[in-house]
């Protein structure tokens, strides 16, 4: 199976679930299951739970319906931004502590207590909670796969004794589980009337055949009563449609099973993608193009990038780990036609660490300045403005790019265009600001360099400078900054005086993108999208004026003028109170000064 794009950023949780339940021989039905879906203006997530009221216990139906419901009702009770681990098991604990506490001092309730299996979809991730011998299993691609283990004791798996239960002791023993979940897997709960008679072969025939959720839990329920089954019996299905973008937690989950490799090397193949060309071999990282062995589908390029870290010069393993986290979650929250993105790799199938994404055919905007002819107006203007509405976007979303630069950019035929390299981009309300920032030094803007975090117009600066450099074949405007140097920001030279086919205008944009002070910037991309598009121009922008000798002595300047005049009114009450008698030159000069037009 070929890696597929990323879930679009719209998406929300999407879900079909089905239930259905029978008393079977027992004189009442102890079971009880429910499921509760996102509103829409709460985040929580799907919630679903199944519990079976323990058989021979007074009270059962009770333990069973208010295990379910309270563990529902607490969970969404609960602040959005906490973990489902942590909200679900205070959750599980509230619940636990009163069918104790009531199953000791209530005659008519003693004992009570429930085998339990609730789920919480939230994200990309399955949570589940498990006590008893209820079941969750997950169908995917027709592989069935049981995610809880039965509370028995040893050798008694027979039995209908369990060890585990929800209000059966004062502290409650929850197994927990975090487990990855794409669309298209098919959950199913049930509680042991069920799993009890049908076994796992058949459970996986009638998931497989993909009828209704409603439908398919009845003919799980009817085959158990077919087989035998003289408990109650209850299943719930819930088929997964659609998922919202990845959370961070989602991806850090997944990123960290992942073992760092050292970087392999041309003509290998690596989870059936054979490496046929080395793109690049950088200090953190080496770049293949790869070919997918596994699957070819007409129209879709079998060409993939594949990105691996060099464990051993990233830093360390966790910065390496933090940079293909953040390409990730960039690509799965801003979608647009000129920026990079990201694939996800088919279940199971990714055995190390390293990013995948579209092989993108052309040339990066480095390597294009390295041969002539100099890009011509029209083309660098299209080239910038596609360059300003991708940064636009990801500035809408929050996100700082952070490493801006010509060979961040690729080129494609017939005009396309990709920003690519999201590794450090900042991340809204993760990152925190610290010492080290990160990009390349002569893109870096001057507030970086006072280890400032950095902002939109940040990348603004970064997007000037590489603007700078489109269009005078190369050339730094603060010339090139090597690490740990402390760059000067003076005013650098005008592009028309090193090209005569460009107009003022451009000059005039580029300098307000380099403006030394932030304010001075364009405020994102977006805003110096729209001056690209419509050629706005006018006089050379203030900022820079002020750090030329005129500028910078504007002060000291009109004090002198205003010295001098001073002089000037003295001097001639002087001469005329005293009659001082001056060569006729200085008298000359005094009244062409003092002149009422002078």
Request: proline content about 6%; overall charge neutral.
């Amino acid at each position: 199976m070929n890696p597929t794009p990323p879930t679009s950023p719209d998406s929300k949780l999407d879900i079909a679930a089905g239930f259905a339940s029978d008393i079977g021989k027992r004189d009442e039905n102890q079971d009880f299951a429910a499921l509760c879906l996102e509103d829409g203006q709460r985040l929580h997530g799907a919630v679903a739970a199944l519990a079976d009221g323990v058989g021979g216990r007074k009270g059962g139906r009770v333990a069973a319906e208010l295990s379910v419901r309270t563990f529902i009702d607490d969970y969404l009770g609960q602040s959005e931004l906490l973990s489902p681990r942590k909200t679900a098991a205070r959750a599980l604990e509230s619940i636990n502590y009163w069918l104790f506490r009531e199953g000791q001092k209530n005659e008519n309730l003693k004992g009570m207590c429930a085998a339990f299996t609730g789920v919480v979809i939230k994200g990309r991730r399955l949570h589940s909670f498990h006590a008893g011998d209820t079941r969750l299993y997950r169908l995917r691609a027709g592989q069935l796969e049981l995610l809880t283990q039965d509370h028995k004791p040893e050798g008694a798996d027979g039995s209908s004794f369990i060890t585990r239960a929800v209000g059966a002791e004062e502290a409650i023993r929850i197994d927990y589980g975090a487990h990855d979940i794409f669309p298209h897997d098919r959950l199913m709960l049930c509680s042991d009337g069920v799993h009890g008679f049908v076994s796992q072969t058949q459970i996986l025939a009638l998931l497989d055949a993909r009828t209704s959720p409603d439908e398919t839990a009845q003919k799980l329920v009817s085959m158990a009563l077919a087989h035998g089954g003289d408990d109650n019996a209850t299943a719930m299905v819930i088929d997964v449609i659609d998922l919202p973008p990845a959370t961070i937690e989602d991806l850090n989950l997944a990123i960290a099973k992942l073992p760092m490799i050292e970087p392999p090397h041309t003509g290998e193949t690596i989870d059936g993608f054979r490496l046929d060309r080395q793109l690049a071999d950088g200090i953190y990282s080496r770049v293949f193009r790869a070919r997918d062995m596994r699957e070819f589908r007409t129209g879709v390029s079998p060409h993939v990038v594949l990105k691996f870290p060099k464990p051993h010069t990233i830093g360390s393993e966790s910065s390496a780990r933090s940079a293909f986290m953040r390409e990730a979650w960039v690509a799965s929250r801003v979608q647009h036609m000129w920026i990079g993105s990201v694939l996800d790799i088919a279940p199971g199938r990714q055995s190390c660490l390293y990013v995948a994404q579209p092989y993108y055919a052309g040339e990066t905007l480095e390597h294009r300045l390295s041969r002539a002819p100099k890009i011509r107006l029209e083309e660098g203007v299209a080239i910038a403005t596609k360059l300003a509405k991708a940064l636009g976007s990801l500035h809408r979303a929050g996100i700082i790019h952070r490493d801006v630069k010509p060979e961040n950019i690729i080129l494609m035929p017939e005009g396309g265009f990709k920003l690519v390299d999201l590794g450090v981009a900042r991340i809204p309300g993760i990152d925190k600001d610290s010492l080290f920032v990160p990009g390349t030094p002569s893109y870096k803007a001057p507030e970086l360099f006072d280890g400032k975090p950095g902002d939109e117009r940040s990348d603004i600066f970064a997007m000037g400078v590489t603007l700078y450099r489109l269009f005078t074949g190369g050339a730094y405007p603060f010339g090139e900054i090597e690490t740990g140097q402390t760059p000067k920001f003076s005013k650098p030279e005008l592009l028309t005086s090193r090209r005569g086919d460009l107009p003022a205008w451009l000059d005039s944009l580029i300098l307000q993108a380099l403006a030394p002070n932030p304010q001075d910037r364009f405020r994102d991309g977006f805003e110096m999208a729209f001056k690209l598009e419509t050629g706005a121009h006018g006089a050379e922008p203030d900022f820079f004026r002020k750090h030329s000798w005129l500028g910078r002595n504007q002060i000291g300047i009109w004090r002198g003028v205003s010295l001098f005049l001073a002089l000037v009114i003295v001097a001639m009450l002087l001469t005329s109170r005293y009659h001082i008698v001056l060569p006729p030159w200085v008298m000359d000069a005094l009244r062409w000064i003092a002149r009422p037009n002078g």
